[in-house]
């Protein structure tokens, strides 16, 4: 009986998502100084097979979910053509593909996160002509996001309001200045590493971001722009092997 009631809450739960219209905006216009090439056009050594990437293989987590009708990738100025090429190599990704072109987009980026994150969302908000209910924002450099992952992220955004993934440091945590000197000894308990994707409302997010393109300051991510302009953002379990590739290393997969 628990089982089957079980069973009932995850269909109703996944139908209720379902039912919104909601967006994916993939970040991949970084320029990868520190790897080295463009990280996120590198295929995964595990799906040599299928010709998988970096970015395919991010984009493939979302659009195989059934969560989401709009997505949008914003890659470096001028790399329309090599990204939509990458992504269509990808035997697994390609026919998916074709199911979603309609609301499919892959636009210029700008020099920043919060520049390309605010661009894609106004190409969002310009091209597709249903009201949007949540936008999920994800680095392209996450090629291993579990379905898991994104729909508890997509749940407790609709439960809450907003929500990132977190999972909890390993190494003690400390605050230096300038110097290198440790000026403050930081709870591990009361720190966790975030990663994406993250989840908002999408028409709170779009005016946060025209917010902050004003004021001034640098964000590291969206739940900063979103706790200052909007409200508190939650956090749900995130997994260790979501990890960014950042270093050459890092494109071994973590299990």
């Excluded at 979910?65 to 990808?90: C, K």
């Excluded at 898991?148 to 440091?169: M, N």
């Excluded at 739940?223 to 092997?241: D, F, H, L, M, N």
Aim: glycine share 6%; hydrophobic share 40%.
């Amino acid at each position: 009986m628990m089982k089957c009631t079980a069973l009932i809450w995850e269909t109703w739960k996944k139908k209720s998502l379902m039912t919104m219209n909601n967006a994916v905006l993939i970040t991949a216009a970084g320029s990868s100084q520190r790897f080295g090439e463009k990280k996120e056009y590198l295929k995964l050594p595990e799906y040599t097979e299928t010709q998988t990437t970096v970015l395919s293989a991010s984009v493939y987590a979302f659009a195989v979910s059934g969560l989401f009708r709009s997505f949008v990738i914003t890659v470096p100025d001028g790399d329309e053509a090599v990204a939509n090429a990458v992504l269509s190599q990808d035997s697994r990704l390609s026919e998916v593909l074709r199911g979603i072109q309609q609301h499919f987009f892959i636009v210029n980026g700008g020099t920043t996160r919060q520049e390309s994150v605010y661009k894609g969302l106004t190409v969002l908000a310009e091209k597709v002509p249903e009201p949007l209910s949540f936008v999920l924002v994800h680095d392209g450099a996450r090629p291993w996001v579990s379905p898991y992952v994104i729909e508890r992220v997509l749940k407790t955004a609709e439960q809450r309001g907003a929500a990132v993934p977190v999972i909890p440091v390993v190494d003690t945590q400390k605050e230096v200045d300038a110097d290198g000197r440790i000026i403050r000894h930081l709870a591990r308990e009361q720190i966790a590493a975030v990663q994406t994707p993250q989840a908002f409302p999408f028409d709170r997010l779009l005016a946060a971001h025209r917010k902050a393109e004003h004021d001034g300051c640098t964000y590291t991510d969206d739940s900063e722009i979103y706790a200052k302009y909007c409200a508190a953002v939650y956090t749900c379990p995130g997994a260790r092997e979501n990890k960014k590739i950042t270093y050459r290393e890092d494109l071994k997969r973590t299990r």
